[in-house]
């Protein structure tokens, strides 16, 4: 069995990086959802144009998941919420280890028992 170690965490401190983490995580969401509507707007006006050599253009560019900047949308889009829930995430486990601690200290007794 290995050795008890334990874990300190300045409640407080934790909460505050989280509160920041969440605030950069909506930040990105936001911008995120501008920019892509921005690239779906512009590549949407198909500026390369419709001959041959635009479609060809397109199909290379956009044409598919196997497409490199379809691939950035797509992997944006699946991580940019993620980003966006690490924050609140972390301070809901902050908050809820400081009031389970809080619970047993209640039921249990503190230090001096």
Do not use: C, H
């Not at 397109?58 to 044409?63: A, D, E, P, T, V």
């Amino acid at each position: 069995m290995t050795e008890l170690r334990e874990t300190f965490v300045k409640p407080d401190a934790a909460v505050d990086g989280a509160n920041t983490l969440g605030a950069a995580g909506a930040r990105l969401a936001q911008r995120w959802q501008g920019l892509a509507a921005t690239i779906g707007t512009l590549n949407g006006d198909r500026p390369w144009g419709d001959d041959e050599p635009g479609n060809e253009f397109n199909k290379s560019y956009l044409g598919g998941e196997d497409q490199p900047a379809q691939k950035v949308l797509d992997m944006a889009a699946d991580i940019v919420p993620v980003v966006e829930l690490m924050g609140p995430t972390v301070k809901g486990a902050v908050e809820g280890t400081v009031d389970v601690d809080d619970m047993v200290k209640t039921l249990f007794g503190g230090e001096d028992k």
